[in-house]
């Protein structure tokens, strides 16, 4: 995880680096006979544990993906195995890395920049160039139109809040309450741009398939050009 994300650790600023858990591995671990890397090797429960939380830690933060960022905080869950003690004495705390986590952009493992690669800036915010042009190439599949973004309306499950956008369940008001413009959370499917009622095209305008949208930057800059030419 150290070698193949150093755009992650350098992010979040963890106290730790591929060398230096290296040196520590050397010290202190038993080296035992080289393994083909060909053959797949079994997960010891440790190891399926860390997945299982890296699983919750995704769903916590209503990731989509399980990435690096995830699978270092189930490390670090996993208390008693050799890494997380590693990073707990290189001065790793979980607490404060999942509030680093949670304000990186979604999704950390496509949308970031690596080193050495020139960043694609969009409302300001750097975002790698092969995912804005993988995000766009996927996004030419579908026709756009513009419209002015509304609040869609939702229905609250009465006791626990759970949401649904099936209207219909209103009509049983002893367990539903509908709610005019409760869903806002729709967000450009590039750069996750939020979207929201108002005036200004820039928040309350984009451009729509008539489930996901793009923002005006986004669809002008990657999207519009792709559709002239096919």
């Known amino acids: ?13 963890l106290p730790i680096s591929h060398a230096s858990a290296c040196k520590t591995l050397e010290a202190r671990a038993h080296i035992g006979n080289k393994t083909s890397t060909s053959i797949d090797l079994p997960f010891s429960n440790e190891g399926k544990r860390v997945l299982a939380y890296a699983a919750e830690e995704a769903e916590r933060l209503d990731h989509r993906h399980i990435g690096a960022e995830h699978l270092l905080l189930g ?13 707990r004495e290189a001065g790793a705390n979980l607490e404060i890395l999942r509030s680093k986590i949670a304000e990186l952009p979604v999704p950390w493992n496509e949308s970031h920049v690596s080193p ?35 609040a869609a309306h ?16 209103a009509d049983d008001s002893d367990r539903f309450e509908p709610v005019k413009g409760g869903w806002q959370e729709l967000t450009c499917r590039i ?19 008539g489930r996901d949208w793009l923002c005006t930057e986004c669809y002008e800059r990657f999207v519009s050009a792709e559709h002239k030419q096919t």
């Open 1 to 13: 995880m150290l070698r193949e994300d150093k755009a992650l650790v350098h992010t979040i600023n």
């Open 75 to 87: 490390l670090l869950r996993e208390a008693g195995c050799f890494a997380a003690v590693m990073l």
């Open 116 to 150: 050495g690669e020139l960043p694609v800036y969009i409302h300001g915010r750097a975002w790698g160039k092969g995912y804005v042009e993988r995000a766009a190439i996927e996004s030419k599949r579908f026709f756009w139109e513009k419209k002015s973004f509304r």
């Open 154 to 169: 939702i229905v609250l499950r009465r006791g626990d809040g759970a949401i649904s956008s099936d209207l219909k369940l």
């Open 191 to 209: 750069c996750h741009w939020k979207f929201a009622e108002s005036d200004k095209p820039e928040l309350g305008a984009g451009y729509t398939n």
